[in-house]
């Protein structure tokens, strides 16, 4: 006899409570973020009162446990909030991403007790996190950064720039990789927590940017910033494993945003063609657009399907690295593809302002570059399958 078995649900299967959890971060997104989209765009700025709600809403905190005033859910809820968030406005998206994926991850896996019992509460409750790694002459050669970090008997001292540091604007706790022994190469690297305020650090000049302009890039600036022994995270000299590691799965959340801002475009499209006439017909009548449209939707399914894998792996404890890099590739390819209909099928409402799809359209850009750009993941990709 067949021993009986019990089907696997589809990968985009949510579990209730997960399925609960996205819905309300989509309504709220839906409800309080759409009608700040478009002013937060031009004026290149999130309201303070936008980013209490979040914390509100529990979306700042999402991995970080119960007992420190967190979630205490799981990284793919992580994704589904960035996902959620991105199909409103992408910007949102990665302010939440970063808090989750990259800095309350790093802290959760690298630091010690006394840094968790410090830093989670205030990162669950308010405080906002960045994470700065690459500096104007260290992006895709993350490790060849030049920030100098001097051990002396008070603790480090502090001294180089960074550059491109998404929450810069907003952040109260920073990740900052500094090198401790530029002649041990990538082994001097080590990651330090730095706060705002902390004497030598400052927050310098805003981006002017294309896409997800609301989201703030920064530059930091460090003068012989004092930051005390206890504020290394994870060893000395082990900053490059923390950088490797995180990124791995912050690759993960960049896909999300990327799937959340396709299925935004195609959401606004959809109600678009079928309203829109041409020819006496609604647009959406036309066989052309029916099937441009199909692809869009399958391409997304696809990204999501890539997307979701990549982190149910990494919640399970099987390898992802190849995963991950994949749907970031994926998912940006296709987000830049599906905004790029979304506005050609608006025809030239799509390329005005009142719409929301050219704005997707400039966000989508940014999932090819940040946290390693396509030719990296490429890279990666080909690395792990050539082995
Ligand atoms: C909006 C925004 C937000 C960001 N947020 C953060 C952040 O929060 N924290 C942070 O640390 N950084 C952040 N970054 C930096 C981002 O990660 C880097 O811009 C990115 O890694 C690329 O580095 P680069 O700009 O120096 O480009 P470069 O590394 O100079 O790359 C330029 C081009 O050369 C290609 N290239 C480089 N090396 C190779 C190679 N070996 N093979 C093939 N092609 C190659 C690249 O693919 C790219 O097309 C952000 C950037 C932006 C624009």
């Not at 119960?66 to 991105?86: I, N, P, R």
């Not at 502090?158 to 540091?165: D, E, F, P, Q």
């Amino acid at each position: 006899m067949p021993q009986q078995t019990v089907a696997t649900p589809g990968l985009t299967t949510l579990a209730d409570d997960e399925q609960l959890f996205r819905d309300s971060v989509y309504e709220f997104a839906d409800r309080e973020i759409r009608p700040l989209v478009r002013e937060m765009d031009e004026q290149a700025h999130i309201p303070r009162t936008l980013v209490d709600r979040l914390f509100e809403l529990g979306v700042m905190g999402i991995e970080i446990p119960e007992v420190f005033g967190g979630a205490g859910a799981t990284f793919f809820h992580s994704v589904l909030a960035v996902e959620a968030l991105s199909r409103v406005d992408p910007s949102i998206g990665v302010l939440v991403d970063v808090q989750n994926t990259l800095v309350i991850n790093a802290l959760l896996r690298w630091g010690t007790d006394d840094l968790k019992r410090s830093l989670l509460p205030r990162l669950a409750n308010g405080s906002t996190g960045a994470y700065a790694l690459s500096e104007a002459g260290s992006g895709s050669d993350a490790f060849a950064l030049s920030t100098r970090s001097v051990e002396t008997p008070a603790g480090f001292v502090i001294n180089g720039r960074k550059l491109w540091i998404t929450n810069g604007a907003e952040a109260e706790i920073f990740i900052v990789f500094a090198t401790v022994d530029p002649d041990a190469g990538y082994r001097g690297i080590t990651a330090f927590i730095v706060e705002r305020g902390a004497p030598g650090f400052t927050v310098g000049r805003k981006e002017d940017k294309l896409g997800i302009r609301a989201s703030s890039t920064c530059e930091l600036l460090f003068e012989d910033c004092r930051v005390p022994a206890a504020h290394v995270l994870g060893e000395i000299g082990k900053g490059y494993k923390v950088a490797i590691e995180t990124l791995n799965e912050g690759r993960i959340g960049i896909g999300a945003q990327m799937i959340g801002l396709a299925q935004g475009a195609l959401d606004h499209t959809v109600r678009y063609v079928k309203e829109r006439k041409q020819f006496g017909k609604a647009i959406a009548d036309f066989q052309g657009v029916q099937f441009q449209l199909a692809r869009a939707a399958t391409d997304v399914e696809a990204a999501r399907l890539m997307v979701y894998n990549a982190a149910r792996r990494r919640d399970s404890g099987q390898p992802f690295l190849t995963e991950a890099a994949m749907c970031k590739l994926f998912a940006s390819e296709v987000a830049e593809r599906v905004a790029s209909l979304a506005v050609n099928l608006h025809g030239g409402n799509g390329f005005v302002k009142d719409y929301p799809v050219e704005k997707l359209y400039r966000d989508a850009k940014i999932g090819q570059i940040y946290e390693g750009t396509s030719n990296l993941q490429l890279q990666t990709i080909a690395k792990q399958i050539l082995s």
